[in-house]
């Protein structure tokens, strides 16, 4: 079997990041901390598993959704492609990132 690479688009940091402020403000730093670690976790193991989900955009090949196991409130949007899978959004507790799905090219 074939390992793909792994990226991660500037916007789905910045989802991470914003997800960790907003455990941070309401739970504390360790909570944050731990939040992260487990969409992380996830998201680093998807070039093993890039056929977990569900197909998202028939329009866009590969751009599939999946949510975070074992949290409810997460949900990762990412192509898998022939060699790479890149995670290009993370929503958590309800925030809509279907609403802007980047194009891998917008990346710097």
């Known amino acids: 079997m074939m390992r ?4 991660l ?3 789905a940091r910045q989802d991470l990041v914003d997800a960790w402020l907003l455990v941070y403000r309401n739970d504390g730093e360790e909570r944050a901390d731990k939040l ?3 969409i992380e976790a996830f998201i680093r193991s998807l070039p093993e598993f890039p056929f977990i989900g569900r ?3 028939q329009r866009r090949p590969g751009l599939r959704t999946c949510g975070v196991p074992g949290l409810d409130t997460a949900t ?3 192509r898998v492609a022939e060699e790479r899978v890149t995670v290009l959004r993370i929503g958590y507790l309800g925030r809509n990132v279907a609403s802007h799905i980047p ?3 917008e990346a710097p």
């Open 103 to 105: 194009e891998e090219a």
């Open 55 to 57: 197909v998202h955009d």
């Open 76 to 78: 990762i949007v990412f």
């Open 4 to 7: 793909r690479d792994f990226a």
């Open 36 to 38: 992260t670690a487990r």
């Open 9 to 11: 688009h500037p916007v």
